[in-house]
């Protein structure tokens, strides 16, 4: 992995991604460890500023075998992280401990695709360009 991303123009961007999914994962309150990896999810999908979070489904479940299945999971999860960040208790259940594996599958999912694949992009921009695409290699 170390090789490729020497190859990547934005390697230090990835290298920061790494860094903060550690950070989130080190977290021992489930909740912050949840809003840890939904943001790394969009920043990994990169958004734009005008983009929605319904993007952030749609880039990610385009990069697993079944994007019909996972936009459902998807959207469950996006769910549960609009209504935590719009409430003010937190929850503490093994629901959520089950939501945050969950999660953390997609975050590697889209970290593996930086690494694997940000050799084949001009920069930054041209890989926000390629996720944008709808369904790719699906």
Known sequence: AIERMQHITYSETIANWIAEYAL???????????????????????LGRNDR????????????????FHKHILNHLRERRNRQTHSLQ????ELLETMVFQ?????????TFHISEGHQFRDIGDARCFLKRKNIGN
């Open 53 to 68: 979070l319904t993007e952030v489904v749609e880039r990610v479940s385009a990069r697993t075998v079944d994007p019909a």
């Open 24 to 46: 989130a994962l080190d977290e021992w309150n489930v909740n912050n460890t949840y809003r840890g990896l939904w943001k790394l999810l969009e920043d990994l999908s990169l």
């Open 103 to 111: 999660l953390k599958w997609y975050v590697e999912i889209m970290l």
């Open 90 to 93: 937190s929850s503490q259940s």
